[in-house]
């Protein structure tokens, strides 16, 4: 079965489903989206095994699903990139859409970095934000593109 021969909206769903996978092939959550778990449930390729937290898993109907598709690459609307913090060895992957790429990668690369660690709040009315998040997520260096 070839993926590029199927419609738009089923590529998106078997990519969403893949996304999946591979989220929870390393133990970390899902980032598909609460409206992508629904659609994915109610086409019989996801259940929901606990209701809080919320915890699915890929159903035999996914697994066939993403069996018969084995060997093909993905097709992606995003890309990733790996970051590493030389003093802490800290890792992020932080994804990019193809649209934020060609507008200005980055700074983008950067904002996305700092906005999965940073968690300043404004002080005072002036709603000044006083904390050095930015600093510290220029100190990390790109290492790869995922």
Not at 69 to 96: A, C, I, M, N, Y
Not at 103 to 127: H, I, P, R, W
Request: one cysteine or more; hydrophobic letters at 35%; charged letters at 25%.
């Amino acid at each position: 079965m070839s993926i590029d021969s199927l419609p738009p909206f089923a590529q998106k769903v078997i990519n969403k489903l893949r996304r999946f996978e591979e989220c929870t092939s390393d133990n970390q959550g899902a980032d598909i989206g609460r409206q992508w778990f629904d659609l994915l449930t109610m086409l019989g390729l996801l259940s929901r095994v606990q209701r809080s937290p919320a915890l699915w898993e890929i159903t035999q109907q996914g697994e066939d699903l993403l069996e018969a598709l084995h060997g093909e690459q993905p097709l992606t609307d995003s890309l990733k990139f790996e970051f590493l913090h030389p003093l802490t060895e800290e890792r992020r992957t932080v994804s990019l859409t193809k649209a934020e790429v060609s507008g200005g990668m980055e700074d983008t690369l950067y904002e996305k970095l700092v906005a999965q660690f940073c968690q300043c709040e404004s002080v005072g009315e002036t709603n000044v934000v006083d904390c050095n998040c930015d600093e510290y997520g220029h100190d990390f260096e790109l290492v790869s593109a995922v």
